[in-house]
């Protein structure tokens, strides 16, 4: 007999989405200072030397937060799946607060020594573990706890948080950088306070998580069922899963072309000043952040499937005469307008794709088939796309990133036109578990 819960009132399903989403924010907020203060803190952690030796070291010790993001959605999913997706999320919170203060109070390499580096990367190995779990513990939570007729709309605050969290850190450098310290400041011990202040948060974080409502989906299959949710029972839902890699490989390549990567771009080819760079960046992001409820939303209406054809056939056609125009000298005005018709286009990909994905799966598979598939993709195809930009550039065929970038959009393409409208056969249902 399964255990039936009362159910959550408007203003407590709200107060627990908001919940959900703060920490996010403040999830990837504490993942974004780190690059955004790179420069300052490199020479503290490592030996002294060129920048360019300090910084490479410091890149190096970023791109293992990557390698651990599976491990993170492999252990945290399930740990959704099995305790719940109240207990994963505060776990998750947690791991990137530890890793924050860690980074925070480390002693430099010139009191410790080779301490400075070892601790710098556990605190990453943490933290990567952290962004990893909480993918598709997140999307998981957000899904079950919203509203069946609002679902798009409520997940969409998703990536809200994702690129807020990124904002947040950049108006926080912005603000010590010309108003607060001076440049000698920052190097010296004005980069600990960005980690302290994503510690803190974190805290609070903690605390809004903890008296979050578990979802009414897992509470239920969880009393009535007994299956385990290792990786064997995955493995029976290969079709969700290379949809899940497909549909990732296209958005998430798109869509750190058009972050992460564009305002290097916007400097190493356009010829935009770091300043212009970064305004155009900044106002591009706001309006992506805000128009992520908008699409959400439209998903409501007509479907999650007529928005990823949207965003696939968009950003193969689209992404390289888009790059090719931005690469071109123009004023600001002109660059922000390609900038945001890039990121429209993107949209259509992150505002559904945490309810896309979490709508294939069963409910005591949901957060591990959301995030394990996710944080492998992410870690491959994402967290190599700057990378790839630049080696293309270095050995003379910049153009060929635009084609790799379109190339991927239009896999996710094929896929969305080959798959079921997710909204009409969800399985989010908390009936769910009885049914499959």
Not at 4 to 10: A, E, N, V
Not at 163 to 173: D, K, N, R, S, T
Not at 234 to 253: D, F, I, Q, S
Not at 294 to 322: E, H, K, N, Q, W
């Amino acid at each position: 007999m399964n255990q039936q819960t009362p159910p959550l009132t408007h203003k407590k399903r709200l107060l627990n989405i908001f919940s959900g989403s703060v920490g996010n924010l403040v999830e990837y907020f504490d993942w974004a200072i780190y690059a955004a203060f790179a420069l300052y803190f490199a020479p503290a952690f490592f030996p002294e030397g060129d920048q360019t030796a300090q910084l490479m070291n410091n890149a190096a010790v970023f791109a293992v937060g990557f390698i651990f993001r599976p491990l993170g959605g492999w252990l945290l999913g399930s740990m959704a799946d099995r305790k719940g997706r109240k207990s994963a999320l505060l776990l998750s919170v947690s791991l990137m607060c530890l890793g924050s203060l860690i980074i925070a109070c480390t002693p430099g390499y010139a009191v410790i020594g080779g301490w400075a580096p070892a601790l710098l990367l556990f605190a990453r190995m943490l933290q990567g573990f952290s962004i990893g779990g909480e993918y598709g513990s997140s999307a998981t939570y957000l899904s079950e706890m919203a509203h069946s007729k609002r679902r798009g709309y409520y997940s969409s605050f998703q990536y809200v948080t994702i690129v807020l969290g990124q904002l947040l850190a950049l108006v926080l450098l912005m603000v010590l950088q010309k108003w607060l310290l001076t440049s000698e400041e920052l190097h010296q011990w004005g980069w600990r306070i960005p980690f302290i202040i994503g510690g803190l948060l974190a805290v609070i974080a903690m605390g809004l998580r903890g008296n979050m409502a578990e979802t009414t989906a897992f509470v239920e299959q969880h009393t009535f069922s007994s299956r385990n949710t290792h990786l064997r029972e995955l493995l029976k839902y290969p079709k969700e899963l290379l949809t899940v890699v497909a549909l990732t490989a296209g958005g998430t390549v798109s869509y750190y072309t058009f972050t992460v990567y564009m305002q290097k771009f916007l400097v190493n080819t356009t010829g935009f000043s770091k300043d212009d760079a970064t305004t155009i960046s900044a106002i591009a992001l706001l309006v992506f952040m805000a128009i992520q409820p908008l699409y959400g939303l439209l998903s409501d209406f007509v479907g999650r499937r007529f928005m990823l054809i949207a965003f696939g056939a968009g950003a193969t056609a689209f992404t390289v005469p888009i790059l090719a125009q931005l690469s071109q000298p123009q004023s600001m005005a002109s660059a922000l307008i390609w900038y945001i018709c890039a990121l429209l286009i993107i949209s259509g990909y992150s505002s559904v794709n945490a309810i896309v994905k979490a709508e294939l799966f069963p409910v005591h598979i949901r957060a591990l088939g959301v995030g394990l598939p996710y944080a492998l993709t992410v870690a491959l195809f994402g967290g190599t796309a700057e990378y790839l930009a630049l080696w293309l550039k270095s050995v003379g065929h910049p153009e060929w990133f635009a084609y790799y970038v379109s190339g991927c959009a239009a896999l996710a393409l094929v896929v969305s036109l080959g798959m079921k409208e997710t909204k009409e056969v969800s399985r989010l249902d908390c009936g769910d578990i009885r049914k499959s």
